[in-house]
């Protein structure tokens, strides 16, 4: 182990456990991802690079013959890039729990700033979340204005109605997000990884414990299989609320006594919660901030079924309230001087405020 790292460094030239220099200043433009643009019918942003329908692939497709490849080359260039990324992230700037829309949201606004190291830990396979799909598996996602400004930016299409957008698809919200999240250089999504504790030093949470999900997963069936760990400065709990995984970091932040309860997230009003999750997403505890559906399980405020703006904005919110902690430029107080942010005058709310229960 100790052997590949050091040859994984070597290879790319990784001298320090930080990729970037954070003292660098950001202005908010974001980093050009290698995408694809595609001709689009109707849009909502400036994605307009036509394919033609004759064009065909770069190859005989009757004959095609792959370069060779040694088998060992393979294995080799997979474990040297995820053992480089586990002993880079080891410790990183923030660590996102949960790939939901709230997590992905706000961990794509993070990276924007290509000074911040981001880690998300997702449990599951694939990322994603509840975002695959809108209400009762049907495929439509409805996004209540001024939501709206956030696929705008991501360049994602919807059908425009007087006070909501409809994308036709929630799976095309989720990955556009990932597409262009993950090629950035400041990002590393570890999914299949469980988060199954928390650091916590001074009264401050300094990062999370982790293990393979599938060993989570198993810990009443083989006995002691111990956890890994990943320190950040930051840790931003967007588990969604209580299931099979959810709401991990606030239950897990009331047994260990640093906040008193997880009343849950009340019955369904569309209205007052979008509203109340974004307002309420906060850093909770030193060192932690929760956002998405998390938010309704600490403050008992209402859940908003299949309407997903609140997940979005309550996830810029969170990365503004990451980079505030962080010292960073930020739309909390501010300082911030990138791109415009009208979806976050909701988010300038007072976010110390609690739901009535
Ligand atoms: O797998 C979980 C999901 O992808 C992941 N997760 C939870 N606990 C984890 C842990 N370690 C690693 N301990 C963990 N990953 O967190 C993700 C949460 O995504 P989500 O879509 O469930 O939550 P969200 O807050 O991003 O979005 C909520 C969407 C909802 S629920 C709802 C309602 O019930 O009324 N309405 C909306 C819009």
Redesign the pocket.
């Known amino acids: 182990m100790a052997a590949m790292a050091s040859t994984a460094f070597t290879a790319s030239s990784l001298s320090s456990t930080k990729l970037f220099d954070s003292s660098s200043t950001f202005h908010g433009t974001p980093m050009s991802s290698p995408c694809l643009r595609l001709q689009t019918t109707k849009s909502s942003a400036s994605n307009n690079i036509s394919i033609s329908a004759s064009a065909s692939p770069p190859y005989d497709l009757n004959s095609v013959k792959f370069e060779p490849i040694k088998e060992s080359i393979v294995s080799r260039e997979m474990t040297r890039r995820y053992m480089t990324d586990m002993i880079t992230y080891a410790d990183t700037d923030v660590v996102v729990?949960?790939?939901?829309?709230?997590?992905l949201s706000c961990a794509y606004e993070l990276s924007k700033n290509p000074s911040v190291q981001v880690a998300i830990?997702?449990?599951?396979v694939s990322?994603?979340?509840?975002?695959w799909l809108g209400g009762q598996l049907f495929s439509a996602m409805v996004v209540r204005k001024p939501a709206h400004h956030f696929l705008n930016e991501l360049g994602v299409e919807y059908d425009e109605q007087e006070d909501y957008v409809v994308i036709k698809h929630a799976a095309l919200f989720t990955s556009t997000i990932m597409s262009k999240l993950l090629a950035r250089p400041n990002v590393k999504l570890f999914n299949a990884v469980?988060?199954e504790d928390l650091i916590v030093k001074d009264g401050r949470v300094g990062g999370v414990v982790t293990n393979w999900a599938l060993v989570s997963m198993n810990h009443d069936t083989q006995s002691c299989m111990d956890p890994n760990v990943m320190e950040a400065k930051v840790v931003v709990s967007?588990?969604?609320?209580d299931g099979p995984?959810?709401a991990?970091g606030v239950k897990r932040l009331k047994s260990i006594g640093m906040i008193d309860s997880v009343p849950g997230m009340k019955a369904?009003d569309m209205n007052t919660a979008e509203d109340a999750i974004v307002r309420l997403t906060r850093e909770i505890v030193p060192g932690m901030i929760v956002t998405?559906?998390?938010v309704a399980e600490i403050d008992g405020a209402p859940?908003?079924?299949?309407?997903?703006g609140a997940?979005m904005i309550s996830g810029q919110k969170a990365a503004h309230v990451a980079l505030k902690s962080l010292g960073l430029p930020n739309a909390i107080d501010g300082t911030y001087v990138g791109g415009i942010h009208p979806e976050l005058i909701l988010a300038a709310a007072d976010s110390a405020e609690i739901a009535e229960a």
């Open positions: 729990v949960g790939a939901g829309s709230a997590g830990i997702e449990q599951s990322p994603g979340g509840g975002a469980a988060v967007s588990c969604g609320h995984f959810g991990t369904l998405g559906m998390e859940r908003m079924g299949p309407t997903f997940m």
